[in-house]
Each structure stands twice: as C-alpha cells, then as structure tokens.
C-alpha cells in the first residue's frame, strides 16, 4: 500500500466525514506548483480556495513568518504588539475603511460584522431595527449567524431556527431589495462577486441602486469580500472597481495567504456607534503572528504590483476561456473578473475535477454548475496555458 493510500485511510478514520475530498495529499509547493506525497507535480489553480494568492514558498512571506515565529506568536487582545499595529494600518489604507476587527477566519468575519451591524441600529434607533437582508445563492461561512444570512436552503435548514430577522433578497435584482426594505431594515450584505454560489458579479446598477436605498435609510451597506478581496478582481476590494463604498467590509481566505486570518472593517461613522469594550472580543483573533503575516502580505503585494498584475493576466485568462467556450459545447458561458472566474458546464464540475487532478491540474467547483478558476494571483501568462491544455485534455477525455 502507497503512503499516500495509508494516509487517506487514517485520515478517514479520524477526520469529522464533513468533506468528501479528492484522492491526494499533497506534502509541499513551489512557485504555483503542489507536491503529492508521492513527488507527482500538479499545477495549482485553486490556490486552497482563493487563499494562497502568493502561491507557495515567496521568500518575503515565509522568512516574515519564521521571524515572528522566534520572536511571539501570542499574548492575547489584552496588550498591544507591532506587527498587528502595522497589519491594521496598512490594511486600512488599502481598504479606505477607518477600523478593523482581526478574526480567525471568514466566518467570524461575517458574525462580527451583523454584531457590529445590529449594534449601530441599536445604538441610533432602539430595539426595533434590526432586519439583516441577504441574498439567495450567497455564502458567507458555516457559524449560526453566518449561516442564517447564507442563501442556500440546505445549508441552513438542519440547522434551524436560525438567528432571527433575516430576509433573502435575489442578487442582481433591486426591486427585489427595495420589496424586502421594512422600517425594521438595519442592513443589507452581500458578496461583491457571489463566490461558492457560482461566480456572479454585482452589476453596477445593482449595487449602486442597492447604495442609494441604503443611504437614504440609513441602512449599512455590508460586503462581504472574503473571496473577491484583496486583489482578486484586480483592484485591491471589489468594490473599488464599483466605486460603491461599504460601510462595513469583511475580509479573510487571502488575507493572510494561508495563515487563518480574517477582519471586518468599517467606516467611522459606523464605529461611533458600533462595538465598544465589552461588546465583542477574540483570544486569538490578530495574534502578532497573523499581524506579521498580514503586514509581509500587504508589502509584498505593493512591491510586487499585484493589482497591475492581475489586471494583465486576467485579461489573457478570460480570452483564453472565451475561446474555450467557444470550442466545446458543454461549456455554455463565462463569469468572472480578475483571477476570479468561473466556467458554465453541462457536464458535472464535480467529474471535470477529478480528471483534472488525474492530469496534474487543481481546480474546483462553485454551485452545481460551475468550474471555478480562482488560481495564486502571481501565476504567468504560461501557466494559463499549461491550464488550458490540461482542462482542454480533461475535457475531451470526458465526452
Ligand atoms: C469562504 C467564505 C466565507 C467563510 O470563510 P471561512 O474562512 O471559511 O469561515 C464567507 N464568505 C465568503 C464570500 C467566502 O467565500
């Protein structure tokens, strides 16, 4: 019996059966590139779901982290350190958000936000507004708050009942927002590009309309862009493509590029009225290890001109999957901006992964429909090719 085999089983043994995963382990990256166990390459272009933007093994990164590592890793929100200090302010200059929360991942994110949400209408309006709207086809995390606001029926219904005073609203459709606004409405949340329900961007109508009804309510204008931050579309947030500014924002998956990392952010006049001491709070959440994590992220994605990047091989991403669509018939549409793409299939995304992984290359799925790209933003005219190849490869063996 292989390694890799005896690995997987024990794996199966131990592990919560909450994942049905693909058939490897992987042991090390390089580049853009993952190791199995068994030295067998693949060319990722999944990046651990959006996460690892700057692929594996970038030496500013990992020499920051083993740096912070010597020095402390933990001392709790008790006391201050530096390199959170400097994560948060470099964070917020690139987010135009005044103030920031460090959490341990994109849920918490999401919890924290309808919190600091709820606060707000609280602190202004009393107990009697606090209607959150969300969005069908949504995703925002696996926690109760998180998944009380996410649009997907089987995600939540086991789990009910849920927090109260949600209502869904359908993405891309104002009058379906303006029909849900009540007297009770404390805010509106959504992902600028819908991620896990299948790679849809806001169109700007949308989210422009969605920002007036907001401002002339005093709604907050929650976006969750824990998937389509920090350089994916390629502008830093979303948003900023949009010029549709949040009054809160969550951010996590890259933040950190693979240290579990997440905030929400908000505006000043949210946090007047929000979270005070008392109110919310974190062991971990902003250890100075994150913090320098974050802070390595944020530098190298400046010295790297990662945005310009993106924009450039984004460009080249989407005419090379045009053409493809163009090509085979059981690919009916692309969806995307950036590095975040996502391919309309007929045939299972499920089954087009799995051969993928045969041949060397790691992809995933979003919805039931959809093959989603969303590789290390650092990847290279070339590896768009190499994936195109194998996808084509993989394709044609399917049907
Ligand atoms: C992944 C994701 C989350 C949840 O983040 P976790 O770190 O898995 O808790 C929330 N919202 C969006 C848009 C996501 O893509």
Avoid at 52 to 80: C, F, M, P, R, W
Avoid at 219 to 248: H, N, S
Avoid at 254 to 263: D, Q, S, Y
């Amino acid at each position: 019996m292989s390694n890799m085999n005896q690995y997987m089983e024990t794996a199966e043994k131990a592990l919560l059966h909450t994942y049905n995963r693909f058939p490897v382990v992987f042991d090390h990256g390089k580049g853009v590139y993952l190791y199995d166990t068994e030295g067998k390459e693949y060319l990722d272009f999944a990046a651990g779901i959006a996460v690892n933007s700057l692929g594996y093994g970038d030496e500013t990164y990992t020499d920051a982290l083993k740096n912070q590592v010597d020095k402390l890793l933990h001392i709790s929100n008790l006391y201050y350190s530096a390199p959170t200090a400097e994560a948060a302010s470099k964070l917020l200059e690139v987010s135009q958000m005044d103030r920031v929360f460090f959490t341990n991942s994109g849920t918490e994110a999401i919890e924290g936000a309808l919190k600091a949400a709820r606060k707000y209408s609280y602190s202004k309006y009393g107990t009697e507004r606090y209607e959150i709207i969300a969005m069908n086809h949504s995703f925002h995390g696996r926690s109760m708050g998180a998944v009380s606001v996410t649009g997907n029926a089987h995600y939540r219904e086991p789990f009910e009942p849920l927090i109260g005073g949600v209502k869904f609203a359908d993405f891309n459709d104002l009058e379906s927002v303006k029909t849900a606004i009540t007297d009770k409405t404390c805010a509106i949340l959504m992902e600028t590009v819908q991620g896990e329900g299948g790679i849809y961007p806001a169109t700007p109508e949308f989210l422009c309309g969605v920002k007036a009804l907001c401002e002339e309510k005093d709604i907050l204008l929650i976006l969750d862009e824990i998937q389509c931050g920090m350089g994916r579309t390629g502008e830093m947030f979303a948003w900023q493509g949009y010029g549709v500014k949040p009054d809160i924002l969550t951010s996590a998956k890259a933040l950190g590029c693979g240290v579990p990392v997440g905030a929400f952010l908000m505006t000043e006049k949210v946090a007047e009225y929000s979270l005070a001491p008392g109110d919310h709070g974190t062991t971990y959440g902003g250890n100075p290890f994150v913090g320098a994590a974050v802070s390595a992220v944020l530098d190298i994605y400046k010295d790297k001109n990662i945005l310009t990047h993106v924009q450039e091989v984004g460009a080249y991403l989407e005419e090379k999957l045009d053409a493809l669509v163009e090509k085979y018939d059981c690919l009916t549409t692309r969806r995307g901006k950036g590095l975040m793409q996502g391919v309309v299939t007929t045939i299972k995304p499920g089954t087009v992964c799995s051969k993928a992984l045969e041949k060397g290359l790691v992809i995933i799925s979003a919805g039931s429909d959809v093959i989603r790209i969303v590789p290390p933003l650092v990847i290279e005219k070339k590896h768009v090719d190499e994936m195109i190849s194998k996808l084509e490869a993989t394709i044609s063996e399917i049907i």
